[in-house]
Structures are given as C-alpha cells and as structure tokens.
C-alpha cells in the first residue's frame, strides 16, 4: 500500500512496475478512469465500513508495537477519530523480509509483538469500543525460515507425500516441469528452489516456498490459516499482491464473508478504481480510490499541479462508483522513504505547509467519503502536536456526522472558474442531514464563491461551522462567498429547501 512499504522497495529493487498507473493524455492515469459502472447517488443497505472513517495503520512487527499497549490507547484513538486498525501483519513474521509481512508462523505472532492472547484481547475490547481491526495479509507464500515448512522438508526426504505439511506445498524432482501458473507477481518471482534438506524442488514464490491454488493441500492449509485468523475477530484484510482469478475467490472472498458474520473489508494491494467492475464483481467490498501510491494521492495531485478541479471531480466520482456497489475506496496521508533501504531511515514526505495542507488532505480526502488515515503510526507520532491536533479534528467531524460518511451521497457545487478551488455538497444516506464542502487550494487567500442554484440547498439560512464549530456566515441567495485562507476549507452543515 504505502502502508505497505515492502512494494515499493520490491520495485525499486527488481525494477518492477506492480500497480503504477499508465499516463493518458492530459496528464490523467488510467486509475482515474471510469470503470463500465454508473455511480448512484447512494447504496442499497449501506455496511459498517461505509459508517466510520479514519484509518491508523501499524508496522508492528518492524517498529515491535506491543498489542497490550495497543489496547491501552483504544480510547484515545477513538476520542482522536479513529474509527479502523489496521496491521502489516498480526502474525509472526520476519522483520527483516517485507517489513514483517512474510510470514515465519502463521499460528502464532511476532515476539516483539506479545501473544496470541494479547492480540485476541485488542481485537475484543476494540470492538467493545465500536473499532474495526483489519490487517495487511500474505496468504500466497510462506517464508524459508518457516519451522511449518522445515518439518515438511525433512517429511518429504523421509518418504512422505501426504502429510498436511508436505501437502502444503507443490515439491518435483524435475525442474523442467511447468511452473505454477496462478502466481501473485511478475515471473521473475516465480522458480523452482532446491531443498537440499528434501532433496527436490519445490516452487519458490517471492521470498519461500508458494501456495499453489491449484492443488488441494495447499488450498486446506489456506483455508485453516485464515479461519484461524477470523476465529480471532478479524474484520477484514487487504491480500499481498492479488488477482480477480477465479481459483482464488473463495480464499480471498468467499471463506471471509462467510464464515463469521460481520461485515468485512476485502481487497488486495492491486485493487485500485481503475478496475471498479471486475472489483466489484469477484466480490471485493474495498479497493484504492488511486493506486497503492506513499507519495500522492487524489490531494496532492491537485496541490502539485498534475490535476485541477475537474480531474479532481473525476476522481471523486470513483468513490461514488463504489459507494453504488455497496463498497468503498482508501487512500491515507502522503508517507514513504527511500524505496531501496525499506522503512529506514524514516525521513517522511512533506507538504510545503505540512501544518496546513495535511488537514485539508484530510478534509478533503476523508469529507468526500474515502476511507483515510495514517498509512504509518510511526509517522503520525512524529508530526507536530498542532497537525495532529487537526488533523484529528477532521476526522472527528466526519464521524460525528451522517453527511460526512462514505454512505453519504455527493455531488459537486459550482465553485467559478478557478482551477484551484472546489465545492462539493454530500447527504446523508437518511436524508437528514446536508453537508456543503469548499476548498481553496491556493498557496494564497482566496474569496470563493458556491452557486447554489440546482444544489437544493435552503439559499436564506445561517450554517453551522463543523469543523470550527459556531455559526458560519450567512446564506443570503443563490451565491455564497467564503473566505479561506491559504489550503484553507469549510465544512457546514446546511439546511435544503
């Protein structure tokens, strides 16, 4: 993700392109475009997922975050608006591979981490508290290191072939024998590895020995490691790598949703808008508004010129696409470091305003009905007490009101002509409450004035400030100026005729 640092460096590293995004003409990428769908104004039934915002995800195996500890703060992270964890990965995995990702034990968790116990208690008291808990998940490979795949190494040198362990993995003696063909990653990722332990080859996927779907042991061995994982209380998960292939829809989508009850946020790390449709139809209930991107977002594209306003309503409109499919988009705040030394050394990316433009990323991101947060907590920690001050603030306002939501519907206000400026209107999924959003996108004040004609919105009313809190200027008729500051914004809530 950019949670999910481990891709980056793998492209980096291997001269990979896994998700970037093609260039069109016009600067615009094929993320941003349309899928075959049409965006309703708001979902059937909408999901849990589409009823809170606010992200924090953990690279707890990398940083060793403590789930106790983790525990301990569950009030706080919701008093600040955090309404999802998330963690790359809950169970034990090497540190040093993937930022901890590749998984050594898929019983158990890191050491650094606590118990299983320990985790189990997170899970249940968040949500006692009303907090999701999804993770970042491998279940395409298991590391070398692994003990599971030691025993079935000395299991096959000794004769065995049926074995749950042996089973769990594709072995030959003959590495001129097909590979694979349902592999997660560009091909270089993909070979026969010699096991001089087993005497024979078995098929190498990223980093250790591969699940391959094709075969019944490996799918049962799947199927055990994420029910074992749901067992836990599990609200969802984003699957490394990905594909839409159909001999991996009931591990990555059909065994989640049904095998406990709760509503659940599904997707893979490749699974962006640009695919919406197929997304939709596999069964996935989350995808990127963008693409698995650290460094921009739908924000920073219009504070850094690639886009304006209207490429910005183009992407907007990808969340609308989802919410009419019962789903939802993602994205967090701009985070990464150098892509070849992996998380360290832990310089993070800035807005030139970092104070100011990170709120109103959020404003915008968050107020338009994505789901947003921080890609990082080790990165939240270090912004400066003001930033998250606000930046918490946005994500409060947005869960304390239905307007704000994903399940809320929008719609764009006219805003005049200037290509750095934008208005959006949204409506709770009950009809009771209007929000009306502006943003100001310049590096200097700005005077924007909303045309209401068409909106629906009450044009004699006095709005209530959100965010600020308090009144906001009056409405007196079809035009409405604001005053922002420099990347500054409203969020009101209005009346409609």
């Known amino acids: 993700m950019a949670p999910y640092r481990f891709r980056s460096t793998l492209a980096g590293a291997l001269g990979l392109a896994l998700v970037l995004p093609l260039t069109l003409s016009g600067g615009e990428s094929t993320a941003q475009a349309a899928p075959a769908a049409t965006a309703s104004n708001a979902a059937q039934n909408s999901t849990d997922f589409q009823n809170l915002n606010g992200f924090m995800w953990f690279y707890n195996t990398y940083f060793g975050y403590k789930y106790k500890d983790i525990e301990k703060q569950l009030d706080s992270f919701k008093s600040r608006g955090i309404r999802v964890l998330g963690f790359f990965s809950p169970y034990s995995g090497d540190k040093r591979t993937c930022d901890g990702c590749s998984p050594i034990d898929f019983y158990n968790v890191s050491p650094q981490n606590g118990t299983m116990k320990d985790w189990k208690n997170l899970v249940a008291a968040a949500h006692r508290k009303g907090i999701k808990v999804v993770t970042y998940f491998v279940n395409i490979y298991l590391d070398e290191q692994s003990p599971y795949f030691q025993k079935a190494e000395k299991q096959y040198a000794a004769g065995d072939r049926t074995s749950r362990e042996v089973s769990s993995f594709h072995w030959t003696e003959s590495p001129g024998e097909p590979l694979p063909d349902l592999r997660m990653g560009p091909p270089s990722q993909s070979s026969w590895s010699w096991s001089p332990t087993a005497g024979a080859f078995y098929w190498k996927l990223w980093f250790g020995p591969g699940f391959d779907y094709n075969l019944a042991g490996n799918r049962a061995e799947v199927e055990r490691i994420e029910k074992y994982w749901l067992d836990t209380g599990v609200d969802g998960f984003m699957w490394d790598v990905g594909t839409t292939d159909s001999r991996w829809k009931n591990a990555a989508v059909n065994l989640p949703k049904t095998y406990t009850n709760s509503d659940k946020w599904l997707t893979d790390e490749r699974a962006n808008s640009s695919g919406a449709a197929d997304n939709h139809q596999f069964g996935l209930t989350a995808w990127f508004n963008r693409a698995d991107s650290d460094t921009e977002n739908d924000y920073s594209r219009i504070i850094d010129g690639t886009t304006d306003s ?19 988009t993602h994205t967090w705040s701009i985070w990464g470091d150098d892509p070849k030394t992996n998380l360290a050394p832990h310089k993070y990316p800035a807005y030139p305003d970092d104070d100011v433009m990170r709120v109103q990323e959020a404003a915008l991101l968050a107020g338009s009905g994505m789901l947003y947060g921080s890609g990082m907590y080790d990165q939240y920690i270090r912004w400066d007490r003001t930033l998250r001050t606000n930046w918490d603030r946005v994500l ?9 939501l994903p399940a809320a519907s929008r719609n764009r206000v006219a805003a005049g002509d200037d290509p750095k400026v934008y208005a959006m209107r949204r409506t709770s999924e009950d009809g009771k409450q209007t929000a009306l959003l502006v943003y100001n996108f310049n590096s200097t004040a700005q005077k924007v004035t909303v045309d209401l004609d068409g909106t629906g919105i009450d044009t004699h009313q006095t709005p209530k400030d959100l965010y600020e809190g308090g009144d906001a200027s009056s409405i007196d008729g079809s035009e409405y100026t604001v005053s922002l500051p420099a990347y500054g914004f409203e969020i009101l809530d209005v009346t409609d005729r």
């Open 396 to 404: 409060q306002t947005v869960n304390a009101n239905k307007a704000l």
């Open 310 to 328: 209207n490429g910005l309503e183009k992407a907007l409109n990808n969340v609308d696409i989802a919410r009419s499919m019962g789903a939802t």
